[in-house]
């Protein structure tokens, strides 16, 4: 069982940063790649960025490549995105989610979601 909570939102303008954080329960947390998806007004909710059990691997939807980073720290059970050059449409309740391994298959646990929302 792992369980995941979310922080690090807030309201910001366009270009700026934020940081979120995932904090992971559990003991077996270097087991689980992590994700990042978001779901805006109105939307579906959307992959951002995943990374894998080691950290060596990661992946990202093409609307936040070159502007958001995911990295994890393994030690303190925690997974980061940091958000630089925000944008409007990146409004959204941003979700970590955890699935054992590295291979494919669905995300088995959500956290709660941190609300970002970027003025222009």
């Known amino acids: 069982q792992v369980q995941l909570v979310e922080s690090g939102g807030g309201l910001v303008q366009t270009g700026d940063s934020l940081r979120l954080s995932c904090a992971a329960s559990?003991?077996?947390?270097?087991?689980?790649?992590m994700g990042w998806f978001r779901q805006a007004p109105g939307k579906e909710r959307e992959f951002v960025s995943a990374?894998?059990?080691?950290?060596?691997?990661?992946f990202y939807t093409d609307s936040v490549k070159g502007r958001f980073t995911i990295s994890r720290d393994n030690v303190k059970k925690t997974v980061y995105l940091q958000m630089n050059s925000l944008k409007p449409e990146d409004t959204a309740v941003y979700y970590c989610?955890?699935?054992?391994?590295?291979?494919?298959?669905?995300?088995?646990?959500w956290g709660q979601g941190t609300q970002v929302t970027v003025s222009s």
């Open positions: 559990g003991r077996t947390f270097s087991f689980y790649g």
């Open positions: 989610a955890a699935k054992f391994g590295d291979n494919g298959g669905a995300y088995t646990y």
């Open positions: 990374i894998t059990t080691t950290g060596v691997n990661t």
